[in-house]
């Protein structure tokens, strides 16, 4: 039984910085590219990186602008998303997602085989 749980969320003031963790089992890690996503309330779920299965190659959703970085630790099955200068509108649940999204289509989400239940990050003003 294939399962990703995250962790990491919770509440952060503007500015600030949180970890989220998302560690798998159940599958054999390195045959998947690892994905972060998020979706706030009304809206429709975003793309925000994405990781090879080796962590050679990462991408990004157009509007992280490097405020977050992807990693993934093959010896712990766990795949990690930095968040800095976090803004009240980061506030959503954030997901990660275990599949095959090709390179040049990193967010398609039907290309994801395996989703985490997600974990709730806040940003206050």
């Known amino acids: 039984q294939v399962q990703l749980v995250e962790s990491g969320g919770g509440l952060v003031q503007a500015g600030g910085s949180l970890r989220l963790s998302c560690a798998a089992s159940g599958l054999t890690f390195s045959n998947y590219a690892m994905g972060w996503f998020r979706q706030a309330p009304g809206k429709e779920r975003e793309f925000l990186a994405r990781?090879?299965?080796?962590?050679?190659?990462?991408r990004y959703g157009n509007f992280v602008m490097g405020r977050f970085t992807i990693s993934r630790d093959g010896a712990k099955n766990t795949v990690y998303l930095e968040m800095n200068s976090l803004k009240p509108e980061d506030t959503a649940v954030y997901y990660c997602?275990?599949?095959?999204?090709?390179?040049?289509?990193?967010?398609?989400?039907?290309?994801?085989?395996?989703w985490g239940q997600g974990t709730q990050v806040t940003v206050s003003s």
């Open positions: 997602a275990a599949g095959r999204p090709t390179s040049d289509n990193p967010g398609s989400t039907d290309k994801y085989d395996y």
């Open positions: 990781i090879s299965r080796t962590g050679a190659v990462t």
